[in-house]
């Protein structure tokens, strides 16, 4: 092992209420790796040198997206944060998907896709988090986070879909 570093410090008083697991895949930007860890908290770390770059108590049980600028992220109530990916300061912060059982994100240039519940894919701009688009898919809810394949934005849903979107 090269390194080791905490992105969330354990809280609760027995090993039931006290889990910090990482949750979903890392988002890769550059020497850094940013990811969520369960209900505590969202965080980058330089993969480089082994050191933590920021941390910021966040709950959630789903991973986060990101781009050089933001790393994006629903909370449980799906309140959606965006944070500057540098410093982790908010960089905005929306209600407006709140209690649609929101996936992990992906950033796509310059949206913010998320997936609920239901198969809706909401568009939002990566900059304001003001809505932009919304599509809907099979009625169910996505199987991972949306994929980007060069200009297709894809959704696999737990119904067995595969829908494909080109933003333009």
């Known amino acids: 092992m090269r390194w080791e570093v905490p992105v969330a410090s354990p809280r609760g008083t027995n090993e039931v209420e006290r889990p910090a697991d ?29 050191n933590l770059v920021w941390t910021k108590n966040a709950g959630g049980t789903e991973g986060v997206g990101g781009s050089d600028s933001v790393i994006v992220g629903a909370d449980a109530s799906d309140r959606i944060t965006a ?14 998907l709140m209690y649609r059982v ?26 304001k988090g003001e809505p932009l688009l919304r599509l809907g898919t099979d009625g169910s809810a996505s199987a991972a986070a949306p994929v980007v394949s060069g200009t297709t934005l894809l959704v696999a849903t737990r119904n067995g879909g595969l829908f494909a979107f080109r933003p333009e």
């Open 22 to 50: 990482l949750v979903a895949p890392v988002v890769r930007l550059g020497d850094n790796v940013c990811m969520r860890a369960f209900q505590s908290a969202v965080g980058c770390v330089n993969a480089e040198r082994g």
């Open 83 to 96: 944070r500057r990916s540098a410093s982790g300061e908010t960089a905005w912060s929306t209600k407006s």
């Open 102 to 127: 929101l996936g992990a994100p992906a950033v796509v240039g310059p949206t913010v896709v998320f997936v609920d519940g239901d198969g809706t894919v909401h568009w939002l701009s990566a900059d």
